[in-house]
């Protein structure tokens, strides 16, 4: 145990420093938010990008290193002593009665979520289904197979997506690799590791932006869904990837409150690219914060701010989509029998895919179906909240009010998203599709943070004074 | 009067949390602490002993039910035999489109197939061409084809 322990932990010291590191170039924190903030939010970064040079470290040497990541490691610690980045300033404080009050509240909600986390953690070694059947099984080959990683990815294994990106399994078997056996531990704890930090980021950002009432309230909130906690035991990439979507959106609040630089900026597109790298939902939600935040950017500073923040997002998006686009053309396989996106009439009834798709765009069940969905998982998303979750934010929302604070883009780039989604359900999918849009639960959680950032970061703090009153 | 509503609603938000945190944990069972186990579990600690058996590129059948205890045991199988390939055996429409790209073809009886539960036993006793390689385990036989 105590072996596994210190393995484990070995795996994590380069990706802490790493993502530390990435966050400095940035920004300073100072006192207690560089445990709170900088070194889980930086760990989770770290994670991701770690995760992602050991896939090209088995694209170039077929077998885990860890080269590409200590070069990284001693660029950044260079760069960073040639770099002066700004401290962050310290939240408003809230009034003392009410951090009397919700001490207390935080110490029942992360107990309780501790005991859920814990138990679902020790009933399931392997994780829950996908985790044993698609990621550890992925990264059980690219740490056993030695040149052969790539049949990791073959289309014999047609019902574990060998189309689905490379980041979680690799980052899982990057940890083997330094734990030197395959300890369950290790994609425990990485879930584990992305909880938090998705929690840490959340409060942080909204935090900094709307004081730490506010923050507080946001983090709780997420904290308090027993679906994303029993998510972050399950070892899927869902968590890893709601952190990576929140990471992307947060940079760019963060560069919004900063007004100069762009070193945000080149985060969020950091972040987005992981995304990418991470699940196949990456490449949806990348377009709608593509399509949002140009809309918005343009509308604020014209061309010239649209210009500045895009070339910032590409340098930072650019290395991972590579990645992406390489996984894709090279190694990734789309399987003749996938539910989605199938290339064989055989599998189409008969029928070819064009004519398939028309079908099933004409068919009102399945728009019928589609609804009825959205209508179940919105309210029922979160698994356990007195109210459903969607509805008691819809009221507490109509009791507050809403600032006048220019808009994040987390809304416009949530509609794309549900958008594409519904259309790819409908036409693409050969499941009944009210079973097939179960998946609803799991892709709305990936977003739940994200949505609790734009829905905290526009609604009226606590202790706000309103702007006519100002 | 509409400041201290929103404050008594952030507090009501905050002890609605709480509750609903504390009840979540009703939900789960806390046996696992003293080490009940899911199917994954129990299934993977049962074929672990087979994969010595195998070399790591093999690609071994699969013949037996597809459900036990809630889990896929070919699927299990294909996460503990890794780098290995397990591949259903039945299934002629991935064999046939891959052999149509020029892809790798897959056997249609493969040297090496795992049996698992009754089904499988049956299939094996319907194949005596087929022989045991390693010590049999409560429902899993790896069986090898006669030369």
Not at chain 1, 214 to 228: E, W
Not at chain 1, 420 to 443: G, K, N, P
Not at chain 2, 45 to 69: K, N, Q
Not at chain 2, 74 to 92: G, L, N, S, T
Request: aromatic fraction near 12%.
């Amino acid at each position: 145990m105590i072996g596994a322990a210190v393995g484990v932990l070995a795996g994590m010291v380069v990706p802490a420093v790493i993502g530390v590191c990435l966050l400095r170039l940035v920004a300073r924190s100072e006192g207690r938010a560089r445990l709170t903030f900088e070194l889980p939010v930086g760990l989770a970064l770290g994670l991701g990008v770690t995760g992602a040079l050991s896939f090209l470290g088995f694209v170039i040497s077929d077998r885990p290193t860890v080269l590409l990541e200590l070069g990284l490691l001693f660029a950044l610690l260079w760069a960073r002593r040639r770099t002066d980045a700004p401290a962050l300033l310290a939240p408003e404080r809230s009034p003392g009665w009410w951090r009397r009050a919700a001490g207390p509240a935080a110490l029942v909600i992360v107990g309780a979520a501790a005991v859920v986390w814990a138990s679902e953690a020790w009933t399931m070694d392997h994780g829950a289904w996908d985790a044993w059947d698609i990621w550890n099984m992925r990264a059980r080959f690219l740490y056993r197979a030695g040149e052969g990683w790539e049949r990791a990815f073959a289309e014999t294994l047609h019902w574990a997506h060998p189309h689905y990106p490379p980041l979680w399994p690799s980052a899982v078997a990057r940890g083997f690799a330094l734990a030197g056996h395959e300890s369950t531990w290790v994609p425990r704890a990485m879930g584990l590791v992305f909880t938090v930090a998705t929690v840490a980021l959340l409060a942080a950002t909204v935090t900094r932006a709307r004081g730490a009432a506010q923050g507080t309230l946001a983090a709780l909130t997420l904290v308090a869904t027993p679906f994303f906690v029993r998510h972050g035991a399950s070892q899927y990439a869902d968590v890893p990837i709601a952190f990576f979507f929140l990471a992307t959106f947060a940079f760019m609040a963060w560069h919004d409150e900063a007004r100069s630089g762009r070193g945000f900026m080149v985060l969020a597109g950091l972040s987005a690219s992981l995304a990418l790298l991470t699940k196949n939902e990456g490449a949806i939600v990348l377009v709608g914060v593509i399509a949002s935040r140009a809309w918005i950017a343009g509308r604020r500073g014209g061309r010239a701010r649209l210009w500045r923040e895009a070339t910032a997002f590409g340098a930072g998006a650019l290395p991972g989509a590579g990645l992406w686009l390489l996984f894709k053309l090279s190694y990734a396989h789309t399987a003749v029998n996938y539910d989605f996106f199938v290339p064989d009439p055989v599998f189409h009834h008969g029928v070819g895919p064009m004519e398939f798709l028309t079908t099933q765009l004409n068919d009102p069940v399945r728009w019928r179906g589609m609804a009825t969905a959205w209508g179940r998982w919105i309210l029922d998303f979160d698994d356990g909240w007195p109210v459903p979750l969607a509805l008691g934010l819809a009221v507490y929302a109509a009791v507050m009010g809403r600032t006048a604070r220019p808009p994040l883009g987390v809304a416009g780039a949530l509609a794309i998203w549900a958008l594409i989604l519904s259309l790819a359900f409908v036409a693409w999918s050969r499941w009944e599709i009210v079973d097939h849009m179960d998946a609803l639960q799991r892709l709305i959680i990936q977003l739940l943070p994200t949505a609790l950032l734009g829905f905290f970061l526009t609604v009226r703090a606590p202790f706000e004074i309103p702007d006519d009153r100002r | 009067m509409r400041a201290r509503l929103r404050i008594a609603t952030a507090v009501a938000w905050l002890v609605l949390a709480s509750v609903g945190a504390v009840a979540s944990t009703f939900d789960e069972d806390v046996t696992p602490l003293f080490r009940r186990r899911d199917c994954a579990v129990q299934i993977a600690a049962e074929l672990e002993p087979l994969r010595d058996a195998l070399p790591p590129r093999a690609i071994v059948g699969f013949m037996g039910e597809r459900a036990y205890d809630g889990c896929d045991p070919m699927m299990v199988a294909q996460y503990v035999f890794a780098p290995a390939w397990i591949m259903e055996q039945d299934w002629d429409g991935l064999r046939a489109a891959m052999r149509a790209r020029g892809d790798q073809a897959l056997p249609r009886d493969p040297a090496l197939v795992l049996v698992w539960g009754e089904e499988g036993r049956a299939w094996l006793a319907a194949h005596p061409r087929y022989v045991p390689i390693a010590p049999p385990t409560e429902h899993a036989t790896l069986v090898a084809r006669e030369p």
